[in-house]
């Protein structure tokens, strides 16, 4: 053993031997009592880093790091430190790039509305702008957006509006944002004709408006009293959201006060019409005389305007869209199932055209049957064929069921009896070897424009490849969903009415307003009519000649409303629209 530096004594080895042993004892100590020395000398590197230990950001050259710094400028708001920092950069020669001129220009375009650095952001933007075209440094999109909105917060909306066009010279599609600076500028100053050749520009390069945009051409017609031009654009929020923002209610509420219209239609074109168009509206113009009577209030469960007592509508999509559907679906059908088997139901399904609901019987029969003695459950969709020839005042429904699962049945004694009623009754037809039953029964309920009875979400890949946007609508007024509570079935039939803008045969318009709440009896709608048009004829005397704005419910108290329900008016069973009351 080593001890106090003094060697070991050596067992007795003679000559070269000996040498080579003294050698490799003295760096064995070297190696044991020096590293224990240092390790005792060296405070722990956790302990107490030295400045050589610590990891600092560096960047390799000062254009990297002057973007470095520009972007946590950026994070934190800073104009003046930005600005600050672009000035050292020119006085540097540090070489910029477009990242470092649409950071600036970013900043820049931040500040322009605020009123202490207004100045400074728009004197400094226009120059870092001038700066990188100099250097022919191609703005992009973000560019053109940054300067776009320090050109409307100077009040020039000609020269956001010819920024925008330019894009095209550099293969660049703007977006929607890159408009927004020069139409809200036009609309602001009130110049519609400039206002409109920007939405017409907007439609060409195949962008949708959105409310914030919808909102502010409809404030400018209303103020520039274009009735016709408000008229359009009301349909276009109607298109667009399921409900609109107290700014945008505040901008209807405004128009509708002020405005008497006298554009009226024959009543029987406007009934065809908005059953033409699916329920909830009409577009052919405004209808009746006279001031308008807005109030706010809440609509029943039931559908009924607790201001007017007008039924709202559970509103459909068109004809023309229906009609895109179904042969959207049958040519996806076609692709993929045998084109006999598929066009054999085609052609049987216009001879019987008469149904009002399918039934997806797979999606029914094997409801809850994940179990152990689980299977197929006949009673199940049994109920349901019968609710629904009920609710239908006894008319049978179509089931769609595939023809291995029916030969399954009637080869089971105990089922074979009630399967062959449905079979005598016309409501079965069974889809063939080979095939996907939901290509069958979607195509049955849009081509017959009916109800369909089925759990099933239609989010897997069939229904992906319809890919078309009004597939929700059209779900919410023809989906019919079930349960079973211990046995008992309930179904869920669509909703009474539709939250949507809705304009009716009166005359009348209904608009859903945001609301935060989840319950739907809270949600306010802007209800707006002519004097008579409402259902008590008494509330309206006095506001004849003027507008009254009402919050609340309209029809009756908070406390009388709980006590007492408006009138139950039932909406029909059918999903068809041509048996739709409008």
Not at 488 to 511: D, F, N, R, T
Not at 553 to 560: F, G, I, V
Request: charged letters at 25%; glycine letters at 6%; aromatic letters at 10%.
């Amino acid at each position: 053993m080593i001890c106090n530096g003094n060697f070991p004594r050596i067992p007795a080895i003679k000559g070269i031997g000996r040498v080579f042993a003294v050698l490799i004892l003295k760096q064995i100590f070297r190696v044991l009592y020096l590293g224990k020395v240092v390790s005792m000398a060296t405070p722990s590197h956790h302990q107490n880093p030295t400045p050589s230990t610590k990891k600092k950001k560096t960047h390799k050259n000062p254009e990297a790091n002057f973007l470095y710094e520009l972007n946590s400028c950026s994070k934190s708001k800073d104009l003046k430190a930005a600005i600050s920092l672009y000035d050292s950069a020119l006085s540097n020669n540090t070489r910029l790039n477009q990242s470092h001129f649409n950071t600036l220009l970013y900043l820049c375009s931040t500040f322009a509305t605020d009123p202490d650095s207004k100045d400074l952001a728009l004197r400094y933007g226009f120059r870092v702008f001038d700066h990188m075209m100099a250097l022919n440094i191609h703005p992009n999109e973000a560019s053109i957006t940054s300067i776009a909105r320090l050109s409307a917060a100077k009040g020039d909306g000609d020269y956001a509006f010819e920024m925008v066009k330019k894009l095209g010279d550099y293969q660049v599609s703007p977006r929607l944002r890159t408009y927004e600076p020069a139409l809200f500028c036009f609309c602001q100053k009130l110049e519609a004709e400039k206002a409109y050749d920007v939405e017409e520009d907007i439609d060409k390069m195949g962008l949708s408006l959105e409310e914030p945009q919808i909102a502010a051409l409809l404030k400018l017609s209303a103020n520039t009293w274009r009735g016709e031009r408000v008229y359009n654009y009301l349909h276009k929020l109607r298109r667009s959201v399921r409900w609109v923002s107290e700014e945008t209610c505040k901008v209807l509420e405004d128009w509708f006060c002020c405005k008497a219209s006298e554009i009226g239609s024959d009543v029987g074109s406007v009934k065809e019409a908005i059953l033409r168009n699916g329920g909830g509206w009409h577009g052919l113009g405004w209808i009746g005389e006279g001031k308008w009577v807005v109030k706010k209030g809440n609509v029943e469960p039931n559908g009924r305007c607790c201001c007017c007592g007008e039924q709202l509508d559970c509103v459909d999509i068109d004809d023309v869209e229906t009609e895109k559907f179904a042969l959207s679906v049958a040519g996806l059908a076609l692709e993929r199932e045998v084109k006999a088997n598929f066009r054999e139901f085609q052609d049987w399904l216009e001879k019987n055209a008469d149904y009002e609901a399918i039934v997806d019987g797979a999606n029914i029969g094997l409801y809850q049957q994940n179990f152990a003695e689980g299977g197929f459950s006949v009673l199940q969709l049994d109920a349901v064929i019968k609710e629904m020839y009920t609710r239908s005042g006894n008319k049978w429904p179509l089931v769609i069921l595939h023809n291995k699962r029916v030969r399954a049945l009637l080869e089971n004694p105990s089922h074979r009896k009630l399967v062959e009623e449905w079979m005598a009754n016309g409501v079965l037809y069974t889809t063939p070897h080979g095939s996907n039953d939901d290509w069958y029964w979607l195509y049955a309920t849009v081509k017959l424009r009916c109800l369909l009875v089925t759990n099933d979400e239609m989010r897997d890949h069939i229904f992906e490849l319809l890919g078309s946007s009004f597939f929700l609508k059209w779900k919410e007024r023809h989906q019919v969903r079930y349960t079973f509570l211990k046995g008992a079935l309930k179904l869920q039939m669509p909703p009474a009415y539709s939250i949507v803008i809705q304009e009716s045969e009166k005359g009348s318009w209904h608009v859903p307003i945001v609301c935060e709440s989840d319950e739907e009896s809270l949600r306010s709608w802007l209800c707006i009519t002519r004097p008579g048009g409402c259902e008590d004829e008494g509330k309206t005397g006095s506001t004849m000649e003027t507008c009254e704005i009402v919050n609340g419910p309209c029809c009756k108290s908070s406390e009388n409303r709980n006590n007492e329900k408006c009138d139950d008016k039932t909406t029909s069973m059918t999903g068809k629209r041509k048996e739709r009351s409008p």
